[in-house]
């Protein structure tokens, strides 16, 4: 999380291009949306089975990372990405539809919003889908949110490729296990990680009309990422959600040449 927010703010000053980050957890752990209440989740559960528990610095609500690809996007609000929050989930949904189509899926894009709906109760970020993600037959794909600053953006979203339902009941409060939760690997036969890695990058580069570079992150970026994890992300006032700070396993990360 530390890691992202840092390329995000070196993104918007402009030390950094426009940055995908693709990563992973070694571990099962929950992030929580960053206006998200700590009570949807069992701390008790999580402290005693060793789940470790992170709040993100964009909204939206509960994840259990595990089995997964994570990224996150960081750009500014330029180009396509100047018409706000609702069209920057379009533009980067229609890119990983497109490398979800090249394995052989057939997406669909929600494409508009619900008006005149409540809010769904669920804590869980995959019970409900939002404009601009992705399903097939029903079963949503990406969970991804976003975090808006004046002069850029950045969004994070969770790509699982299995779904541990008894899990999922046991560290969200009220989440009932669904039929609609599925994996990559439950849509994919013979799923393979890296395979998709590069149909998404060549996807990012097919729709943005861009070349991508693998790169590491910068010092500077490392150095701002360890400040973050001092002072804010493993700050337990930060994960209980009592601070509203809004300051400033790496997989592999590719950069707009």
């Not at 609500?61 to 396509?80: D, M, P």
Request: charged share 25%; glycine share 8%; with cysteine.
């Amino acid at each position: 999380m530390a890691l992202d927010e840092a390329i995000a703010a070196a993104v918007r000053k402009d030390n950094s291009p426009p940055t995908l980050r693709l990563y992973g957890w070694p571990l099962p752990s929950v992030s929580l949306g960053a206006f998200q209440s700590i009570v949807d989740i069992d701390a008790g559960y999580c402290a005693e089975h060793d789940i470790q528990v992170v709040r993100r610095p964009t909204g939206g609500r509960g994840i259990l990372h595990g089995e997964e690809i994570t990224y996150s996007f960081s750009a500014v609000n330029e180009g396509l990405f100047s018409q706000g929050l609702l069209e920057s989930y379009r533009h980067l949904s229609s890119a990983f539809s497109l490398a979800l189509q090249k394995m052989g899926l057939t997406v669909t894009m929600k494409d508009r919003r619900d008006k005149g709906r409540p809010i769904a109760r669920s804590p869980l970020c995959f019970q409900s889908t939002s404009y601009g993600e992705l399903t097939i037959k029903g079963k949503k794909l990406i969970g991804s949110a976003q975090k808006r600053w004046d002069n850029g953006f950045l969004q994070q979203g969770s790509m699982p490729f299995t779904i541990d339902c008894a899990l999922l009941a046991s560290v969200f409060k009220n989440v009932v296990p669904s039929p609609d939760f599925a994996g990559l690997k439950d849509m994919i036969h013979n799923f393979d990680c890296e395979e998709f890695k590069k149909y998404l990058v060549d996807a990012f580069e097919t729709f943005f009309g861009i070349s991508l570079l693998q790169a590491r992150p910068s010092d500077q970026e490392v150095e701002e990422a360890h400040i973050l994890c001092a002072e804010k992300y493993r700050n337990p006032v930060w994960t209980t959600g009592a601070l509203r700070d809004t300051r400033l396993c790496n997989n592999g990360i590719w950069r707009r040449a």
